[in-house]
């Protein structure tokens, strides 16, 4: 294959499939490295006819992240038939997860010669013209330099991929969003649920959230019929697993998607080595893995066995992969085997983020990545290895042992620690040694479960000689492997009731019938604890007493929200158990309490280990570094924690924007100056005032901030003795908040306002939007800041106009001031445009009369479905005027969200802020370059 053979053909649209086959070999080759598997050509035919398969049954190993590669390709070759973004939900947020890291590789790929006509065919779908060098698929992973950013969600037009969790993306699809903020809500609800091929790996280990996706895109193919066509892009699902709890057809009659007849049946005498990739695929499917059960008489000593197989391999120089179920028996045999001077990691979920995402560059760790998984220039350790685990290593990881130990748990926990071992089929005397009990609890269907597992088990064993490949576990008869599984939880039935409380974001405090999304997203099982978050801000031993009110909570997180690195996650009975021995040290300590919605309740950790344990539920616990409680990533309490800079408790700002960890996205200084000059490509989020009642006094002029690394650096501000000023930067690259939409340098109204009709007009372009819909989206765009040009809003950003003899243009945006919210008094200035645009004579002679008004009023997330009193203009209206607007504000959003449903009338609103945000990406971009 030439390197000029992409420049060279026409992508053009052709019935011809062996052109089509060809065509895709050839891109799917240089943008993944590795040529196509029968299965994976199979799918783009189907997608490239818009014809989605809604289950993917594929034995793991085989490459099922590479459909996202399938879809990129097929989107370029036929876009009005795909969706622009595609969401790949996974079980949890994993080590490495396979995805991120294949996204990536996709992303920088685009940028070479030889796939220049597909960079081009998806840059034509942009709405914003993209830099040099810039890809134009945009990407949100779960950790690296891409992670949890707004990149994905900027241009709507523009292909997307974003990974994220169950929690993570269920909980923004139904108009939630932990951590996100209020006004972000509906936002992510709508880009989630519109344009978009929503994949869940492993479906099977989530039954709740796949019916609720069901659900969910039911109710949006009804919403697509009510708004008349104008929803054309609609939500679609695919469940993707290697072991589905269903082997039959879905509700809709379509057959499961499967590997080909072709790679179901390989010749008797496989080749060795492989060549083509049809033979390495055999390759995996029958990677030997022999199978050995173990019995054990009492469960008690599960620990001890399990130790004493594992040091029978202490002599065999191999990595060796070791399973457990229990948090706890991680921790002790990962113990015991150290005391016997192995090399031993520990692998379990509840590791706080910032320690997990380091783990692939540990070099025992290394051991068990393939080459192309290992961070550059790790030195992986030589000799015997260990890896133990609790399910955090089953799914989405892209490990492989040598050899197996684990414990018993149910059939498609199994299969998922099976798929660990010997993966790509290069050791040809892999055991997998299961060590499990004599007897079960007849009365608990899990145990029953665990029963029907090892009954399985041994028939591998005595049937098919001890084979556990793949091929051979795809032979056991689906039905009996389905009894296995684990219990499906209660599954909630979601409503027309709940789901339209959900969708009320701006209402903010306790709602009746709108109850917490977790159940809902997990469903309710026995067996399944409550959890609990926990991170570290320095923030919550700083901003006490009076100064809550001034710098309330809920603000402080919005402008600096908890990110995925700063948290670990935990069993609610653990967390509270050392939180009780924290809180009993440290009792007047302040604690912020989290809940679901993003409320804050201030409390003091003596009075909060009165309660009882199931405050705590489902919540984010931010605890002050000077209390401790952190060792190695694991929450602690024993009191022997380090608090060496080796061991860091607060790293929000350890949030980078490239791999080498060189460019922040956000960093806090402490300083003695009320004003600073921001670092470089960074622009000022707020200043937090900690002696707002003392007298200001200026410093030596000699006295040096040292605005270098060393002040960028989290520990070294927290070494410092605290200053009077806490100066929160973002940067201007890769800022994720409300504030970053505003520009470097001062903008004027009317030079914002047609830069914002102009992309709003380009998105209706680019997504081909009906005329009237163009029109309506046009004039909204043309209204929706006009509430700024108030006094109160000009002096708040810091343009005083009301000086003798001056006459200051009206600004959009202030030029890196920082807006004094408490001059603003409560005003929005959307709702001053709202009142503003219905006195318009062309918008009240407009038949989308409705819509204008409502994206005008929405576009910073407020109007669903009100606005506090304190938002009203009274500096141009009457108290009528605004109580009058302010009703049919209401009313209004019942309308329209009848007319074109939850998530289609989130997704308009979201093209308005989206122009919105490309206007100021633009001026951010510009902003930069001359930096």
Known sequence: MSEESLLDRTWQQTENVAFLEERFA??????????????????????????????????????????????????????????????????????????????????????????????????????????????????????????????????????????????????RLLFGGYLIGFRRRPFHAGLLGQDVLLVHDEAHLEPAFQQLLEQIEREIQKEQQRSGGVLVRPFRLMALSATLRTNAADKEGEPVFRLTDQERNPPPQLPDPPQRPLEHLWRRLY???????????????LVKRMVELALEFKDSGRAILIFARGVEDVEKIAAALAKKKQQVVPLTGTLRGYERDRLPGDPVFARFLPASSRPEGVQIAEGTVYLVCTSAGEVGVNLSGDHLICDLTTWESMVQRFGRVNRFGQSKDTQIIVVHPTEFEQKDSYEQARQKTLHLLKRLEEQQEGDASPASLAR??????????????????????????????????????????????????????????????????????????IYPPEDLLDDYPLKPHELLRDQSDRVWKHLKAIGERHPDSPVWLIDPTDRVR??????????????????????????????????????????????????????????????????????????????????LIQTIDTQPDAEEFEPEESESLGLGEEALSTEANQQQKRARYWHWYESLEAGDTEGSLSAPQPVGLDEHTEQVVHFAQAIAQRLQLPDWLRSALSLAAKWHDRGKDRAIWQRAIGNWQDQPGTQSPVLAKAGGKNL????????????????EAEQDE??????????????????????????DPESFDTERFTTEQNLTAAQQVMRRFGRLQQRFGRWGLAWLESLLRCADVLVSQIQKDSEHEHS
């Open 26 to 171: 050839e891109v799917f080759s240089f943008l993944t490295g590795h040529e196509p598997f029968p299965w994976q050509a199979s799918l783009y035919q189907r997608l490239v006819q818009g014809d989605i398969p809604a289950r993917c049954n594929i034995p793991t190993g085989l490459g099922k992240t590479a459909a996202v590669a399938v879809w990129l390709i097929a989107l370029a070759h036929a876009p009005e038939k795909l969706p622009r973004r595609l969401v790949y939900v996974v079980n949890r947020r994993t080590v490495v997860d396979q995805t991120t890291q294949e996204v990536e590789q996709y992303r920088k790929k685009l940028l070479e010669p030889e796939l220049a006509q597909l960079r081009e065919h998806l840059q034509a779908l942009c709405a914003l013209p993209l830099s040099d060098g810039e890809p134009p698929l945009a990407i949100s992973t779960l950790r690296g330099q891409f992670a949890d950013n707004r990149q994905w969600s900027a241009d709507p037009a523009r292909p997307a991929v974003v990974v994220g969790t169950v929690d993570m993306i269920g909980s």
């Open 287 to 301: 990677a030997p893995k022999r199978l050995r059960l173990v019995q054990l008489e009492d469960e008690k000593e």
């Open 476 to 549: 056991l008869d689906p039905v009996v492997c389905a009894d296995a599984f684990a219990p499906a939880p209660t599954i909630l039935p979601i409503t027309d009731i709940l789901l339209d409380a959900w969708s009320l974001t701006s209402i903010r405090e306790d709602l009746p019938g709108r109850p917490e999304l977790e159940p809902y997203l997990h469903g309710v099982a026995a067996w399944e604890p409550p959890e609990t978050y926990v991170a570290w801000r320095e923030e919550v031993e700083v901003i006490t007493g009076w100064l809550l009110d």
């Open 602 to 683: 201030v409390s003091k950790l003596g009075q909060l280990i009165q309660e009882d344990k199931s405050v705590i539920h489902y919540r984010t616990v931010l605890l002050p570094p000077s209390v401790g409680g952190l060792e190695n990533g694991l929450l602690k309490s024993d009191g022997k924690e380090s608090l060496s800079p080796t061991q860091p408790m607060d790293v929000a700002d350890e949030w980078f924007a490239d791999k080498e960890k060189t460019k922040r996205r956000r960093c806090r200084i402490w300083s003695e100056q009320s004003q600073l000059d921001p670092p470089p490509g960074m622009r």
């Open 820 to 835: 004094n919210w408490r001059l603003l008094s409560g005003y929005r200035h959307e709702f001053g445009s709202l009142l």
């Open 842 to 867: 062309q918008i009240q002679k407009h038949p989308e009369r409705d819509l204008i008004l409502h994206l005008i009023a929405a576009h910073h997330g407020r109007a669903r479905p009100h606005f």
